[in-house]
């Protein structure tokens, strides 16, 4: 019997052996995988060039800091114009309304009653001429500033104040001392005419004679050869006292500057000010009778204390 053998082919076609044969009018065309997107390359920066980068990075960052800062300067400058304009306008009217009252008012009748209002009255009222606009004044504007002093002094003396005094820093007051104290004394005794007689010192005070009279009283403690070990502020501020023609005011008032909350006393001679209360006008540029009165009912409602 003869036996039969089958042979069965296992090998497995590839791509070279099923496309080993082209039909026709057919192309060959390659078999791939589809393409796969690669990173780009990654590009590394020299020293220089991350150095370049960091200062255009900081150029771009300085230059909007700047922008800020100078938007808000900007609006800090247009806050602050706005605010002096606001004062200014405000004091304009206030003057106004305060002059008309005087006029339509008989000023003793009104002396009269303020001075009923008052719990105390200084014994020695000074007035400082800020010396923030003196550059500016005309002589026109001195001249008025005279008048108002003249007529204080005469509401001064009305109220019972002892001692008046003028400070300027500038000494141009002082160099008209002659004239302004002839106008002052004039005017003055217009007003008591027909009235008890009371004295009432006035004064005019510069920069200078507060550096005069410490410069004095440094001599005289100098001749009377007093040890150093005895010299204390007591007996400095007693041969200072001596050595000046004015005592220490109760009240100061400061006007004719410009419109700010701190007060600048020019130079004031300051053995003189320890108990002095302050008071700031700087916005009024006339010392008119309702400034000056206002200025006492102000200073009348403060309660000092004096401590050790």
Same mark, same amino acid.
């Given at each position: ?21 082209? =039909?026709? !009018?057919?192309?060959?065309?390659? +078999?791939? %995988?589809?393409?796969? /997107? *690669? ?49 200014t306008v405000r004091t304009m009217a206030l003057d106004l309304y305060h002059q008309h009252l005087v006029h339509s008012t008989d000023t003793e009748e009104l002396i009269r009653f303020d001075k009923a209002q008052l719990t105390k009255i200084p014994k020695h009222f000074s007035i400082l001429i800020s010396n923030e606009l003196s550059h500016e004044r005309t002589i026109q504007e ?15 003396? =009305?109220? !019972?104040?002892?001692?008046?005094? +003028?400070? %300027?820093?500038?000494? /141009? *007051? ?135």
């Open positions: 019997m003869a036996a039969t053998v089958t042979v069965v082919d296992t090998t497995i076609p590839t791509r070279s052996t099923a496309s080993s044969k082209l =039909e026709p !009018g057919q192309s060959l065309q390659l +078999i791939s %995988d589809p393409p796969v /997107d *690669l990173p780009p390359p990654t590009k590394i920066a020299t020293p220089q060039q991350q150095e370049l980068e960091q200062q255009i990075q900081s150029t771009k960052s300085n230059v909007f800091v700047d922008a800020i800062c100078r938007i808000i300067l900007h609006l800090i400058h247009i806050i602050y114009l706005t605010f002096i304009i606001y004062k001195w001249d008025n500033i005279v008048d108002d002093l003249c007529r204080v002094s005469c509401w001064a003396w =009305e109220f !019972g104040i002892e001692e008046l005094s +003028i400070f %300027d820093a500038s000494g /141009d *007051l002082k160099e008209l001392g002659i004239d302004v104290y002839k106008r002052q004394s004039t005017m003055l005794h217009q007003w008591m005419s027909n009235k008890e007689k009371r004295g009432l010192k006035f004064s005019i005070v510069s920069a200078e004679d507060g550096r005069s009279s410490v410069s004095r009283a440094a001599q005289n403690i100098a001749k009377q050869k007093i040890p150093s070990e005895k010299i204390d502020i007591a007996l400095v501020d007693k041969f200072v006292h001596e050595c000046s023609d004015i005592s220490d005011p109760e009240l100061m008032v400061v006007y004719d500057a410009l419109p700010h909350s701190y007060i600048s006393l020019d130079g004031f001679p300051p053995w003189h000010i320890r108990l002095t209360e302050f008071i700031n006008k700087g916005t009024h540029h006339r010392l008119d009778y309702m400034t000056f009165s206002s200025t006492l009912l102000q200073y009348s409602k403060v309660e000092q204390r004096f401590g050790r």
